[in-house]
């Protein structure tokens, strides 16, 4: 989870934290909500049947969430 959360995307179209989390969890995150919850409002779980790397790759083009909150540096 740390790893995600450090490397947290923002995706500009929609205005929305994207993260790719390889989870065994049921319902997913269930272990994490508790705290992702204080944070994130209307989490929605997209479940795919990819690799984490590939995951990863799908969202590189978007630029840190953690650099827009800081203003875009």
Same mark, same amino acid.
């Given at each position: 989870m740390? *790893? +995600? ?8 179209d ?6 790719i989390? !390889?989870?065994?969890? +049921? ?6 909500r508790?705290v =992702?919850?204080? $944070? ?6 997209v !479940?795919?049947d990819?690799t ?8 590189? *083009? $978007?630029? =840190? =969430?953690?650099?827009e909150?800081k203003?875009?540096?």
């Amino acid at each position: 989870m740390t *790893k +995600s959360l450090n490397n947290v995307r923002f995706d500009p179209d929609t205005g929305e934290a994207v993260w790719i989390e !390889e989870d065994y969890c +049921s319902p997913p995150l269930a272990m994490e909500r508790e705290v =992702l919850d204080q $944070y994130f409002t209307g989490l929605v779980i997209v !479940e795919e049947d990819v690799t984490e790397t590939e995951g990863w790759e799908r969202i590189e *083009k $978007y630029p =840190l =969430l953690w650099d827009e909150l800081k203003g875009g540096v």
